[in-house]
């Protein structure tokens, strides 16, 4: 009896807890709906809040550190995922990224066998002087030994001033002697193209990487070398293309178009945040045939590109619908050395499409209420939709993963990296007994098979029947990574051109068409929504 009176007395008292504990909380959301405030009363708000915070929180908190957590809550409050505050080091890197230029020796850098290893030598750096070649294993930079060292970290240890020098020691394949060299750092620069072949007989392919501050010169070079080449037709692939400066996206597109033409606009609320971006020189390369190729994470500049080419009728776009970033940031340089980006602006086709992925509100019963899309009609006719990304013309390449590839994923699970480095073993073992003599290859049965040794070796128990099913994808993997011990980056590359799949559609496309109208001929009949308003 005296058992069940305890228990009675906790249920009451866990009643009243709860109670009050709702009376307290609808007591706070009365008093934090949002009321108007003066500029005066929410500086004095904010002063307020802070003090009490410094004087009164539980744990101690230095005044400095209160005003940055101050600062970071405002941007975090925009609710814009665009604007962020850059500490110093992201500062640096986001240098690097726009103007594609950094201070160091010239190589690229891959882990294998837990050593920093060689896989790509730029062309007139200090590392191609001092003779660094491919496959060289990096084996103490400034009298540290490198095992185990992520890329990113030996990196750091390689990067310093101008001038500066490092020294370093490596080790050829078939060898254990080190040979010690001493690099002196210079600037390097990158180029935003990052790949270009002449394919398909006469067809120009070039990839951009990124819009840094010579993405325009590098993309206009490029295609001057593929017609010397003799491309007549092109393919121009932004497909994972995060985007960069908007200026060179405006210049890219520039270069496609003709003189007059709109490229884009963007519209803000500080001077020069609205401007009006027109063609102002004849295009370069008599308006041949031009394919381009998107996906969901091509964005930002590169959808400006994409949008311009495809809204004047110069391109053909082909693939996935793109990202959706129709924003344009600025970095503003604050006291401390550490930077603001900041949306700006928000930018639009010629049509004056936005492109701005936003979110779909739901209604009471769950569902995705039905939102507007306008569409958009260019000089030939052609219906395009506005919002939520660039939608290409002809839609290609795979939207999600095969249940096949989701059972090879679940199979793998967290072990990616063990994976890795079974691919990374299997591949270096290939490549030395079977010397490849070309990046173009067939992947076969006993190359399969070393793989799967190789995971064994790393505790990778990946069912059988899980790695049979999935062979298409083991034996692109598996490939490219074979092409890239024996033949460097570049041979990965041209390996990764031939055999992708939306590339040969392209290629297809373009085949015997002489003119950019010609191509825009076989675009599929659109069918545009009935929810549409058209402009």
Do not use: C
């Amino acid at each position: 009896m005296k058992a069940w009176r305890y228990i009675l007395a906790g249920f009451a008292l866990g009643i009243g807890i709860t109670g009050g504990a709702l009376l307290i909380w609808r007591g706070v959301r009365r008093e934090a709906e949002p009321t108007a405030l003066s500029a005066a009363d929410g500086r004095a708000l904010l002063t307020s809040v802070m003090r009490r915070i410094e004087r009164s929180w539980v744990d101690s908190i230095d005044a400095n550190e209160l005003y940055r957590r101050a600062a970071l809550g405002l941007i975090e409050e925009l609710g814009d995922p665009n604007s962020q505050y850059l500490p110093t080091d992201r500062l640096q890197r986001l240098r690097e990224t726009t103007t594609g230029t950094y201070i160091g020796v010239g190589i690229s850098l891959d882990a294998r066998d837990g050593w920093p290893t060689v896989t790509h030598v730029r062309v007139g750096t200090p590392a191609e002087r001092a003779g660094l070649s491919i496959g060289d294993r990096l084996v103490e930079a400034g009298g540290k030994s490198l095992r185990g060292l992520t890329p990113a970290e030996v990196r750091d240890l390689i990067r310093g001033g101008v001038g500066t020098k490092v020294a370093i020691a490596i080790q050829r394949t078939g060898t254990a002697a080190r040979i010690p060299l001493e690099l002196e750092r210079e600037e390097i620069h990158v180029s935003a193209v990052t790949r270009a072949a002449v394919i398909g007989g006469d067809v120009g392919y070039f990839l951009v990487s990124t819009f840094n501050d010579s993405t325009a010169q590098d993309v206009a070079r490029v295609m001057d070398s593929l017609t010397t080449a003799g491309a007549r037709r092109f393919v121009l692939d932004l497909r994972g293309n995060p985007g960069g400066l908007l200026a060179q996206g405006v210049a890219v597109a520039d270069l496609f178009l003709d003189r007059g033409q709109r490229i884009a606009s963007t519209r803000g609320r500080t001077p020069g945040a609205t401007t009006e971006f027109v063609d102002d020189s004849p295009q370069r390369w008599d308006a041949r045939p031009l394919v381009v190729l998107v996906n969901g994470n091509t964005a930002s500049a590169a959808e400006v590109v994409a949008g311009a080419l495809q809204d004047n009728d110069r391109a053909l776009l082909v693939g996935r619908q793109t990202y959706g970033k129709g924003s344009a940031q600025s970095v503003l340089q604050l006291d401390d050395g550490a930077g603001l980006k900041l949306t700006s602006a928000r930018w639009y086709t010629p049509l004056g499409r936005s492109i701005e992925r936003t979110h779909v509100p739901r209604s009471a019963d769950g569902n995705a209420d039905t939102v507007a899309t306008p569409v958009y009609k260019t000089r030939s006719g052609r219906a395009l939709t506005g919002g939520g990304g660039i939608r290409p013309d002809i839609v290609a390449g795979d939207s999600g993963l095969s249940p096949v590839e989701r059972a090879w994923v679940r199979a793998v699970g967290v072990r990616v990296t063990a994976f890795r480095r079974a691919l990374t073993a299997a591949a270096g073992r290939i490549a030395a007994a079977r010397r490849p003599r070309d990046p173009y290859f067939t992947v076969d049965p006993a190359m399969r098979e070393q793989l799967y040794a190789a995971m064994r070796e790393q505790g990778l128990g990946v069912p059988r029947p899980v790695f049979d099913d999935v062979h298409d994808t083991v034996d692109r993997l598996l490939g490219q990574e074979i092409a890239r011990v024996q033949f460097g980056t570049p041979g990965a590359q041209q390996r990764a051109v031939r055999n992708d799949p939306v590339v040969a559609q392209a290629v297809e496309l373009l085949r015997g068409v002489e003119t950019a109208e010609a191509l825009l001929r076989r675009t599929p009949p659109g069918k545009p929504s009935p929810n549409t308003g058209t402009h």
